[in-house]
């Protein structure tokens, strides 16, 4: 099984500490995020993981290769002359992820999702599986009640943004996206098909496509998901980690 994690992006909601860093390498616990994931990804069963770059590519890349590759196939999607969001970051990885389906983890998540649970729960038609969970948010994902994605909300604002015109979010289930997803191989024939190119949000390929290619929320009983991309989530994520219940996933910090 393959996976790609987002490691490229600029960290911008750590900053001071991205300024001289990648957000990849930010220590928690005594160890770098980018650590903690692959580490729970090998737990799982990953055998080949893909990891973008963008920002401090080098030390990145670096970073792996004193880990020896952490004891896996880890290859690089090098996306230093332009940054092609998430969308993009996948379609721009596609010889290192096609020929089945893939996990896409953000490296600034830490759970206590149990992955092989969430691969298992995949439908067979899915075109992606969605990680989502109840947290409180501002942006929600909208699902029917067989949590078929049918749409996005921003409550603050009473956007909405559906290709079924006139939907009412309140007839919908609201649940935030917790930046993982198990995505089919069948994507990239998606993509290619209805022109997506370039640097795009994976989400906004959802929402454009989720009425002609099902996409799916699966919600876990009991998800803990800190997104650990922001300072005053640093510490959680830390005190989650600290955790013996945890040791086996992370590995101890």
Known sequence: MKALVFAAGLGTRLRPLT????????????????????????????????????????????????????????????????????GGGILFARKLLEGGPFLVHNVDIISDLDIRWFISQARPD?????????????????????????????????????????????????YAFAGIHFISGSIFDV????????????????LKECARHPVYGIVPPQLTLIDAGKPETLAQAEEFLRNPINYQVYGKV
């Open 191 to 206: 993509f290619e098909e209805d022109g997506w190119e370039g640097r795009f949000p994976i989400v906004d390929f959802y």
């Open 19 to 86: 300024d001289t860093i990648p957000k990849a390498l930010v220590p928690v616990g005594g160890k770098p995020l980018l650590y903690h994931v692959v580490s729970k990804l090998k737990t799982a069963g990953i055998d080949r993981i893909v990891i973008n770059v963008h920002h401090f590519p080098d030390s990145v890349i670096g970073y792996v290769r004193e880990q020896d590759g952490f004891g896996i196939d880890v290859r690089f999607s090098d996306e230093r002359d332009c940054l092609l969001d998430t």
């Open 126 to 174: 899915a075109l992606a599986s969605l990680v989502v969970s109840e947290r409180r948010t501002r942006r929600y994902l909208l699902f029917d009640d067989d949590m078929r994605l049918v749409g996005w909300t921003d409550t603050a604002t009473g956007e909405v943004r559906s290709p079924y015109p006139g939907l009412d979010p309140g007839k919908c289930r609201k």
